[in-house]
């Protein structure tokens, strides 16, 4: 059975459009891909850091849930994955947002991700994906955030192409 999961892109160190790129060549390998326009946002963390592109893909894969994870983390190594602090710069991050209806809560993988409500730079992009788009039964498209945004926009959904 196909599932349908949203992955939240990242990066703010090196080519982070061209990184993201090749992230989501590699997404492709793992199922069928939708990618959302690609934003810029300032970071969340330390401020002493450049502003991150941001995206999210939706993947529909046969994958289970800690197996996508395994993935994901694979190609955040293969990218040259660099974490220098807690919310810091790094070249990828492949946060896995949403897997089908499912809510996982274990000591890998937390389903849907902490914090999500709260994050300007996941929530406009997964609305770009599904408008109607409810995360236990809030809808995005209500959440004032959504009103008041940080985000610029790069590039139409066709950056990734």
Do not use: C
């Amino acid at each position: 059975m196909m599932n349908k999961t949203y992955i939240g892109l990242g990066s703010n160190l090196g080519d982070s459009a061209q990184i993201l790129r090749e992230a989501v060549e590699q997404l492709r390998l793992l199922g069928e891909v939708k990618v959302s326009r690609l934003y810029q946002s300032p970071p969340m963390g330390p401020q002493d850091q450049p502003h991150y592109h941001n995206a999210v893909a939706e993947l529909l894969t046969h994958l289970a849930p800690l197996d996508l994870l395994n993935e994901l983390q694979r190609i955040e190594n293969e990218s040259g994955r660099v974490r220098l602090r807690h919310w810091g710069e790094r070249t990828l991050d492949l946060d896995l947002l949403l897997y089908a209806e499912k809510n996982i809560i274990n000591e890998r993988l937390t389903v849907p991700h902490v914090g999500i409500l709260q994050r300007d730079f996941v929530v406009i992009p997964l609305l770009d994906l599904n408008i109607e788009l409810k995360i236990n039964g809030q809808s995005l498209q209500n959440l004032e955030l959504v009103q008041h945004s940080t985000l610029t926009v790069l590039a139409d959904q066709s950056w990734a192409d």
